[in-house]
Structure formats: structure tokens, C-alpha cells
């Protein structure tokens, strides 16, 4: 059974930043596709990035292009999110997602807040 375990998340002022961390219990080059998911209260979940390691092509919401970047690392099984100029729209719960074949596995979710 695969575990995600996603950290990092916190409160920080319009503007801020921070990096949200995904830890994968299995190799992330096992995966077809891991991303970073969000759901704000009262909200649908949304997709906000997607990495597909087999050839690293990403994916971005229009609403994060040119602040949110999703990077991978093989060696520490850990697809990381770093959100930038962050805005009080960006308040969220975030949940990694991994995808493998017709499995799909979820992290807990991390809580993240932007005062404004």
C-alpha cells in the first residue's frame, strides 16, 4: 500500500511563501502521474499541479501559472510544491495525489492559510 505524507503547510501573509512537501512510500518513478490537489471551503477540489515523471512534462492551474512550481526528487521520494507571491484565494487544504495504473493514492492534507 502506497502512503503520501504531505508537510509544510502553515500561515503566511499575502505575498509570502512556502514549500509543500509530498513523501512517497514507494519510488516516485512508479507513478504515472503525481499532483498537488487543493480544496478551499465551500469549494470543489481542484487540480493546481501535476508532474508526470516519465517525462517530466508539469501541468499548471491557470490560477498558479508563474507562482507555484512542482519539482520532483527521485533520491528523496518527494514531489515538492513551491508557492510563491501567495494570495488569500491560495487558502486551502492541499493533498498530494499519486496515480499508478488504475490505482490512485491521497496524502492526509496539509493546511494552508493566507492572511491578508
Known amino acids: 500500500q502506497v502512503q503520501l505524507v504531505e508537510s509544510g503547510g502553515g500561515l503566511v501573509q499575502v505575498g509570502g511563501s512556502l514549500r509543500l512537501s509530498c513523501a512517497a512510500s514507494?519510488?516516485?518513478?512508479?507513478?504515472?502521474?503525481v499532483g498537488w490537489y487543493r480544496r478551499a471551503p465551500g469549494q470543489q477540489r481542484e487540480l493546481v499541479a501535476r508532474i508526470t515523471p516519465g517525462d517530466s512534462t508539469n501541468y499548471y492551474a491557470d490560477s498558479v501559472k508563474g507562482r507555484f512550481t512542482i519539482s520532483k526528487d527521485y533520491a528523496k521520494r518527494t514531489v515538492d510544491l513551491q508557492m510563491n507571491s501567495l494570495k488569500p484565494e491560495d487558502t486551502a487544504v492541499y493533498y498530494c495525489?499519486?496515480?499508478?495504473?488504475?490505482?490512485?493514492?491521497w496524502g492526509q492534507g496539509t493546511q494552508v492559510t493566507v492572511s491578508s
Open positions: 495525489n499519486a496515480n499508478r495504473l488504475v490505482f490512485e493514492f
Open positions: 514507494g519510488s516516485i518513478s512508479s507513478f504515472t502521474s
